[in-house]
T-cell receptor, first 114, second 113 residues
Framework: AQKITQTQPGMFVQEKEAVTLDCTYD???????LFWYKQPSSGEMIFLIY??????QNATEGRYSLNFQKARKSANLVISASQLGDSAMYFC???????????FGQGTTLQVKP | DAGITQSPRYKITETGRQVTLMCHQT?????MFWYRQDLGHGLRLIYY???????DKGEVPDGYVVSRSKTENFPLTLESATRSQTSVYFC????????????FGSGTQLSVL
């Protein structure tokens, strides 16, 4: 069965610095997707970035990039130039092939210090 | 641009009562999902649906019932609420099984007393 592991329950980062949130996944599917979502204190789930298992290049979306290392089964999120508004819970998720459903990790709480 | 809406936003009920959480999307997405979010567990899939009249169990389906008679609606019913079902419930939708984005509703915070 597919599984996502986020080993960092909480993290701090100084404003304007970069931060990496760890995510490892376990799947036997040849085709899968990897996602990151942000959940601020207001509670909504905000899509950040997607990486397909066959994508050759790491996905990037503005200040967000996904460090995809297939052999290690890791999909770390890198946030560059952290901002106070980045303080939130971050969830990594995987989508088994052709199912549509996402399987989430337990999340990492990020706090950005001024 | 209504998107995906959940109602109610907050609900308090008592053990043993039946509760229905509503989810409506205006995009004609084929796939719809119900997740619950609890501290320490992240989001866990309760039920999902690939199309109208097609539903399937997720990771934690016990105590829940779903239906999907229309593409745009995917209600979740707790037939006899228990305290362990106190949680935040999220509905989500997307076009296809391989779509690169899942769209979430704002969530329903349910308390079972």
């Amino acid at each position: 069965a597919q599984k996502i592991t986020q080993t960092q329950p909480g993290m701090f980062v100084q404003e304007k610095e970069a931060v990496t949130l760890d995510c490892t996944y376990d799947t036997s599917d040849p085709s899968y997707g990897l996602f990151w979502y942000k959940q601020p204190s207001s509670g909504e789930m905000i899509f950040l970035i997607y990486q397909g298992s066959y994508d050759q290049q790491n996905a990037t979306e503005g200040r967000y990039s996904l460090n995809f290392q297939k052999a290690r089964k890791s999909a770390n999120l890198v946030i560059s130039a952290s901002q106070l508004g980045d303080s939130a819970m971050y969830f990594c998720a995987t989508r088994p092939s052709n199912t549509g459903k996402l399987i989430f990790g337990q999340g990492t709480t990020l706090q950005v210090k001024p | 641009d209504a998107g995906i809406t959940q109602s109610p936003r907050y609900k308090i009920t008592e053990t043993g009562r039946q509760v229905t959480l509503m989810c409506h999307q205006t995009w004609s997405h084929s796939y719809m999902f119900w997740y619950r979010q609890d501290l320490g567990h992240g989001l866990r899939l309760i039920y999902y649906s690939a199309a109208a009249d097609i539903t399937d169990k997720g990771e934690v389906p016990d105590g829940y019932v779903v239906s999907r008679s229309k593409t745009e609606n995917f209600p979740l019913t707790l037939e006899s609420a228990t305290r362990s079902q106190t949680s935040v419930y999220f509905c989500a939708s997307t076009w296809t099984a391989t779509n690169e984005k899942l769209f979430f509703g704002s969530g329903t915070q349910l308390s079972v007393l």
